[in-house]
């Protein structure tokens, strides 16, 4: 196994013996890059300086004597929305192509202090809207599966990095499915945290209610990882909860005899691909194969989860974006006439397409009008969708069902039509309403592309679903499949 494809763990391993360096490591990685980038396109920005010097920095700690954190020497890329100090952060934007953040997102303070090694920025929908990766306005990222499709998104830069080895671990951010989306259609690992696990602190908002930072990875144990050092209060984020971490890697226990697991019949229902639901449901048989109690169950209102994040989300987008404006920093229109003018050239070249298309749509749902038709209306679905979980979680310790309806689309196939890039979001928006967390783990193939299965939690029951889905890996071999 080349060292740019071994996990984390296996790397820690080799480091603390004394097989390999930091340095070595880190340039395993960054000849990956130069190998495949050309066809991937998964980074925006590089960082191979600061890498290879933060590597040998911990050759230096371990030269010493000192005992490295797990992730020491660890290669890891970042979502480009999440704001590192003296290092470009772009969003994929135009309005942002030059803002360089004078402080680190708390992320990337506690990757820092766990002397991970940070190899660069990833693509991503402008502004972490989007299914595909295409709506960066750079370049769109391509599938490691098949270089002709999508990576999915909004992180697809840092899926496509880990899923390739231009990275052995990645951070992406989580606002309707943006991590488990992209980890299923690259055959990764991907989790999105409980709203409130990690902090906010530094992570560019699209919809603050909705978002979160998660780990991407190879497999379960180092999801674990990347949980541990990333998770935790942080007063800097009012909505970081007083939560006393626990250690992750704890739950990865292969014995699930007895957990009880539902799987919603809305998520196995009507626009969800045969195939995909072929492997879904091999995987079910996994499960009750090692003595879960596997058993369907409901959702109800299911159906109303993406009409109503497609209000909420734009709404909070709308407000949260009005910040750009062109006077403090990124992109301003040159040669515009008075103040207004100069606020509306910025943002009408500043912007992309969608990003555009949300705006106006949160805008409108916000306005007085129309405020109590539609964003007090999706509140009220909102409470009804949460309601829905916890009546399950009553029952259940788990919910299983796919990740995405469809394995990874063809660049281009949805650029046209909004309406149909938003139902790729079917199976996860209703998690990020909710709060509460949710993996996408490798579950198997249809038609040469990876499908991702994906276990839903109650509130902070991330051990649950680790422990469950360290047990699916330990007993198939999907998440060792790598990509041609
Ligand atoms: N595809 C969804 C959207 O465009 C989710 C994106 C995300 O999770 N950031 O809003």
Redesign the pocket.
Known sequence: MPLYYSTAHQLHDMLVSKEISAEEITRAVFNRIEQVEDKIRAYITLTKDQAISSARSVDKARAAGEELPLLAGIPVAVKDNMCTQGVRTTCASKILYNYIPPYNAAVLERLNEARAVIIGKTNL?EF????SCENSAFFATCNPWDTDRVPG???GGSAAAVAVGEAVLALG???????R?PASFCGVVGMKPTYGAVSRYGLVA??SS??QIGPFARDVTDCAWLLNVICGHDPKDSTSAPYDTPDYTSFLKEDIKSMKIGVPREYMGEGIDPAVKEVIRKAINVYSGLGAVVEETTLPHTEYALPA??LI?PAEASSNLARYDGVRYGYRAENAGDLADMFMQTRSEGFGAEVKRRIMLGTYALSAGYYDAYYNQALKVRTLIKADFDRAFEKFDLLLGPTSPVTAFKRGEKMDDPLQ??M??IC??AV?LAGIPAISIPAGMADKLPVGLQLMGRPFGEGDILRAAYAFEQNTDHHCKLPE
Request: no cysteine; glycine share 14%; hydrophobic share 30%.
């Open positions: 929908d972490a809207m989007g299914s998104g909004s992180s951010s989580d606002t309707g499915g943006s991590i989306q699209y919809a909705l978002d994040y497609y989300a890039m938003y790729v979001d996860t928006l990020n």
